[in-house]
């Protein structure tokens, strides 16, 4: 058999309650805490409100950047981004022709967006299809076989 529980009325834990509430409000600190909940919740809500409204505009995930052009030059800037980090020094190996071919995919780009819809699909999937290569060649290269 368990151990025994003893059970408090509900009478004695309102009374014990109420011993308990009577001392903490007795403190200053705590009555001038209590009074200013309601102004602090409404500046704390206001400040949220402002950081939301700031982080929508730069950092809130937006799906429209991941397909098309937009998700091409996601790719190519990411590309750049991990030249500069694989190859630090402008004279490592690699670098200059990964650095050439990055530029005339961002080229090819920039044609590409002006062109007709039908034409400028056929070059985006040529591009991705050049993105794929070299980011799986870097990803090759990086990683340990």
């Known amino acids: 058999m368990a151990g025994k529980r003893s059970i408090l009325s509900k009478a004695k834990l309102a009374t014990g ?3 308990v509430l009577r001392q903490v409000l007795a403190h200053e600190e705590v009555r001038k805490v209590l009074a200013n909940a309601p102004r602090d919740v409404i500046s704390w809500a206001s400040k949220k409100r402002l950081e939301r409204r ?5 950092g809130r995930f937006d799906p429209t ?3 098309g052009h937009r998700g091409l030059e996601r790719r190519i800037r990411s590309l750049d981004g991990v030249t500069e980090r694989a190859f630090p020094n402008r004279t490592d190996l690699g670098r200059a022709e990964l650095t050439e071919a990055i ?5 090819a780009l920039e044609v590409a967006e002006q062109m007709p819809l039908v034409r400028r699909r ?3 999937a040529r ?3 050049q993105l794929d290569e070299m980011e799986s060649t870097i990803v090759n290269a990086v990683l340990p076989k």
Do not use: N, P, T, Y
């Not at 700031?54 to 730069?58: I, L």
């Not at 530029?103 to 080229?107: A, D, F, I, T």
């Open 103 to 107: 530029g005339r995919v961002s080229l």
């Open 65 to 67: 950047q991941r397909f």
């Open 122 to 124: 056929r070059a985006q």
């Open 54 to 58: 700031s982080s929508e505009s730069a």
């Open 127 to 129: 591009i991705s299809k």
């Open 17 to 19: 309650a109420a011993v």
